[in-house]
């Protein structure tokens, strides 16, 4: 953690579908849910989202009567940024929580698919950014281990109530060069270590020591209009993209 404010792009997931307690949002304007991110470069790469099942979120009022998905503390915030219709006040439209925003198919900028799904991620701090976060598993060693559990364990699903096609079907997007990581580097410093799940605390610290660092300074954009381009000069470029185009909005915190 550094000592200054943390600057996040919230990223705009669009729901495509409002399931079982979102229905009660149906008239109330297009649904988002907001990811908290440091590398909105890396939604090339996404596959899923991710929140904390037994974690508290709501539905905010959210600009241009949309509707935000995020955590309280996190609309707070948003609404003293400006970023709400009312400063210091944001409207709570529906209380939900994890488990009920798990399944639902969300568009997302830049992402390759047309639709990804929200699974449950257990290690979501809901302290620190939306408690949405989006899911690349070719650069998140978090991500790849959360993926993979819930791939190889038929339990693990049934327990959220997790489809297999929510999940079997999303393979590692390549996006990113490291030299000497190649293009899906978390995959490759989880294998190397031997980290076998997502409870596996301590290596997951060191591959994402490994690879975060030299994801941002050496990477090389392997995909999009930045091909070619290093990560570090692509990032803002793309992240000033995205939030002129509607697509994410910044926030710190
Ligand atoms: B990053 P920092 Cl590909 N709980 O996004 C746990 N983790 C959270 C979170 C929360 N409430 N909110 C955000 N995050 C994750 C992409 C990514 C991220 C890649 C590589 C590195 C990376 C895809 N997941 O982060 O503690 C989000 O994952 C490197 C640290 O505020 C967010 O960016 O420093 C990052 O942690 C924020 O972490």
């Not at 969300?106 to 976060?133: A, D, F, M, Q």
């Not at 993979?148 to 590692?172: A, H, I, M, N, T």
Request: aromatic share 8%; with cysteine.
């Amino acid at each position: 953690e550094g000592v200054g404010p943390q600057e996040y792009t919230l990223i705009k997931m669009q729901a495509l579908e409002l399931k079982g307690k979102l229905a009660e949002l149906a008239d109330k304007g297009p649904v988002y849910l907001l990811a908290a991110t440091l590398r909105p470069e890396t939604m090339y790469g996404q596959t899923n989202c991710w929140v904390l099942p037994e974690g508290q979120y709501g539905a905010f009022r959210g600009l241009n009567g949309e509707v935000w998905v995020c955590t309280q503390r996190a609309a707070l915030n948003l609404s003293y940024q400006e970023r709400t219709p009312v400063r210091g006040s944001p409207e709570l439209l529906l209380e939900l929580s994890g488990q009920d925003l798990i399944g639902t198919p969300v568009k997302s900028p830049l992402c390759p698919h047309e639709r990804v799904y929200v699974l449950p991620l257990l290690t979501i701090l809901t302290n620190k950014g939306t408690g949405v976060v989006t899911s690349v598993p070719s650069d998140s060693p978090d991500d790849y281990t959360a993926l993979q559990d819930l791939k190889k364990k038929p339990k693990l699903r049934e327990k959220y109530g997790v489809c297999d096609e929510w999940v079997l079907p999303f393979e590692v997007i390549p996006i990113i060069d490291i030299p000497g990581f190649g293009n899906q580097a978390a995959v490759k410093v989880c294998e190397d270590l031997k980290i076998a799940s997502q409870n596996d605390t301590a290596k997951l610290a060191e591959a994402k020591n490994m690879v975060y660092l030299k994801g941002f300074t050496d990477g090389v954009m392997a995909v999009g209009p930045y091909a070619g381009r290093k990560v570090s000069e692509a990032k803002p470029i793309i992240r000033e993209e995205m939030v002129a185009a509607g697509g994410a909005l910044m926030y710190s915190e």
